[in-house]
């Protein structure tokens, strides 16, 4: 099998064209230390200074409130504990969903070691927190921070931002909104203080995560301090990543609505398909108000590893949330939370340009990967 | 009472790994009568998860799961039909 079909983007978008352009150039030109004086110098701060406007433009924030990180997660460790820094006075209370990536409940397990308290907000069957209990939890009065994912990263359901928001507003609470699996692909909602997003999700390179702080939103950087992105991401920028984040963000954006229909359109197949020709089968997360390109489902009896391991040879790059395929024993927090089936779990997200021809072979293939795997397990 | 029923069988899936409890318990649950329960013993985290959600999706009813002094959980199920 020489064609794989590549349906991993929640994990990494390939490297768009133009962000390859961009990153050669930029390789070239942009190297030089963007806080010095002399002409190369002023060069890459030039670059670095227009990507990071577009970046603002594109994510809806201010160019002076756009920080660049080494990574998504990095832009969450730093954003989390910046923000509970700058609140410090007012209270050491956290709140996110239980469904946030694992890099906001990392930190929130760290806030917790440091002697703060955290409370994760439950979600229903589709994966949703209910704003109402949100606002609930967000009402405390020591409350320092609210965290909220735009579209669940392993389900695709989108949660209910600007309720939130509107709630956090409210009680004077500042909410980090996580945009990593919807920036580039759909509007970010209003009323972050805080947003996060990885280059790599949306087609840039590895390397390049977005921390945004809305103007009068506390901030105190977690990390020690240095000079470079407003005192808030210590160590030198990498110019030429970041430029070339910016020129995948900017032609995602330009495709995005025709892309995102396209992609949702895809999805729906499989969401409908699935369950027509594999029997035992839950499709996950919520059908309709969802990430356009991420579709998850657990079919009954099988295997996560064997169910990956053949669709790998079968020519297909899919992920799992399914204990046996994780580096830990656990089966994915998201899936426990929702109280979904966890074993027999495949993800299925479709990059840009993933074609009509590579889902219908996926549904032409699995449900015989299926039956073959239970027969092996003696399931009849 | 009804809640807190004797089981009327135990699949030990102590040591295995999800699906297999899952399996085990679909394979043994029409062994038992109408409204009996079925004890599973499973120490595969995902069994917590997986034994109720399998509850849903065939419509049994999950009772109850139950820490066990050795590790693991007893999760209890009726069988609705």
Not at chain 1, 89 to 98: C, D, K, Y
Not at chain 1, 227 to 253: Q, S
Not at chain 2, 53 to 70: D, F, I, M, N
Request: overall charge neutral.
């Amino acid at each position: 099998m020489g064609l794989v079909a590549y349906f991993d983007a929640a994990s990494t978008e390939p490297l768009h064209p133009q962000a390859r352009e961009a990153l050669l150039a930029a390789i070239d030109v942009g190297w030089a230390d963007p806080a010095r004086l002399y002409n190369q110098a002023r060069r890459a701060h030039l670059l670095l200074e227009q990507a990071r406007t577009e970046v603002a433009e594109a994510l809806g924030a201010r160019p002076d409130e756009v920080s660049f990180t080494s990574s998504g997660t990095q832009a969450v460790h730093l954003g989390v504990l910046g923000t509970l820094q700058g609140r410090r006075r007012v209270g050491r209370h956290l709140v996110t969903s239980a469904v946030e990536h694992s890099s906001v409940l990392h930190a929130a397990a760290l806030h917790e070691r440091d002697g703060g308290t955290a409370e994760t907000v439950g979600v229903d069957l589709l994966g949703r927190v209910d704003p109402a209990v949100f606002t609930e939890a967000v009402a405390r009065p020591d409350t320092a921070l609210a965290c909220l994912q735009t579209a669940n990263h392993e389900v695709g359901t989108l949660q209910p931002v600007a309720e939130v928001a509107a709630a956090c507003r409210r009680n004077g609470v500042p909410l980090l909104v996580d945009a990593a699996q919807t920036a580039g692909r759909m509007p970010v909602p209003a009323g972050w203080s805080v947003l996060t997003a990885s280059a790599h999700k949306w087609g840039g390179p590895p390397g390049v995560g977005v921390l945004a702080v809305r103007k009068g939103t506390r901030f105190r950087s977690y990390l020690p301090e240095d000079e470079r992105e407003r005192k808030r991401v210590p160590g030198f920028e990498n110019v030429p990543g970041i430029v070339a984040a910016a020129a995948a963000l900017r032609a995602m954006t330009a495709e995005a609505a025709q892309e995102r229909s396209r992609l949702s359109a895809l999805v729906d197949k499989i969401r409908q398909t699935v369950p027509k020709v594999v029997p035992d089968v839950e499709v996950i997360g919520d059908p309709v108000e969802r990430a356009p390109h991420i579709v998850t489902f657990s079919c009954l009896y099988v295997d996560g590893e064997a169910l990956l391991t053949e669709l790998d040879k079968a020519g297909f790059a899919v992920s799992s949330g399914s204990s046996c395929t994780a580096s830990t024993l656990r089966p994915s927090h998201v899936l426990e939370a929702m109280g979904v089936l966890t074993h027999g779990n495949v993800r299925v997200s479709l990059p840009r340009g993933a074609s009509a021809a590579e889902v219908d072979r996926f549904l032409a293939v699995l449900p015989e990967l299926v039956r073959r795997i239970r027969q092996d397990a003696g399931v009849t | 009472m009804t809640e807190t029923t004797q089981p009327a069988l135990t699949v030990d899936a102590l040591g295995k790994k999800c699906p297999i409890p899952i399996i085990m318990l679909a394979e043994q649950i029409n062994h038992v009568p109408l409204n009996a329960v079925v004890a599973v013993l499973a120490d595969d985290p995902a069994a917590v998860t997986d034994v109720p959600a399998w509850c849903r999706l065939k419509s049994h009813r999950h009772v109850g799961s139950y820490e066990l002094p050795e590790g693991g959980w007893a999760i209890h199920v009726r069988r609705n039909y």
